[in-house]
C-alpha cells in the first residue's frame, strides 16, 4: 500500500445515498456492500456513521428521500479512484462523495459532538434568555374602556378631522 510523505496511509470520508426503494434492513446490506468495496480495494475503514432516511434537497433518479451513511477509511490514492468508480456504477447508491480528511480517532470524534451539542444548548439557552427579556421589558398597559372612551370622544368633538 502506498503511503503519504508522513509516512501514514491517506485518509479518506465517503459520504453516500442509498434509495429508499430498500427497506432500512435491505439498507443495512447495501451498506454492507459499500464496505465490502471499500475492504476489496485494500482499503481500512476507521469509522462509519448511519443518518438514517431523510428527505433530499431536489430528487435523484426520481426518489425524493434516501438513507445517508458515512464511511471513514484508509486507503492508497489508485484504490480510491477504484472504488469511487464502483460506487458510481453501483445502482443501489444514489450519490456518493469522497474527500481527503485528516485521520481522527473515535475519542476525538466523540468529543467533537459533545462540543458541537454543548454549542447548540448555549444558543437555545441564549435564544431563550432573549427571549424572556423581551417579555420582561415589555409592560403590558391596562387600557380601562373609560379612557378610550373619552380619547374618542375628544378627536370627534375636533372640527379639524382632515
Do not use: C
Request: hydrophobic residues 35%; charged residues 40%.
Amino acid at each position: 500500500m502506498a503511503k503519504n510523505k508522513s509516512g501514514k496511509m491517506p485518509h479518506y470520508e465517503l459520504l453516500f445515498i442509498v434509495s429508499n426503494k430498500f427497506s432500512e434492513d435491505e439498507v443495512k446490506d447495501v451498506v454492507k456492500d459499500v464496505h465490502k468495496i471499500i475492504t476489496d480495494n485494500e482499503g481500512k475503514i476507521t469509522y462509519t456513521e448511519e443518518w438514517g432516511k431523510k428527505k433530499l434537497s431536489y430528487p435523484i433518479k426520481g426518489f425524493q428521500f434516501g438513507y445517508y451513511s458515512l464511511a471513514e477509511f484508509d486507503s492508497s490514492g489508485e484504490k480510491v479512484n477504484k472504488i469511487n468508480n464502483e460506487l458510481r456504477l453501483s445502482t443501489e447508491v444514489l450519490r456518493h462523495l469522497i474527500v481527503a480528511k485528516v485521520s481522527r480517532t473515535a475519542e476525538e470524534i466523540q468529543a467533537e459532538k459533545k462540543q458541537a451539542e454543548k454549542k447548540i444548548i448555549a444558543k437555545a439557552k441564549a435564544e431563550t434568555e432573549v427571549v424572556e427579556k423581551k417579555e420582561i421589558e415589555k409592560p403590558k398597559k391596562a387600557i380601562d374602556l373609560k379612557d378610550l372612551d373619552e380619547k374618542l370622544d375628544r378627536i370627534l368633538e375636533t372640527d379639524d378631522l382632515l
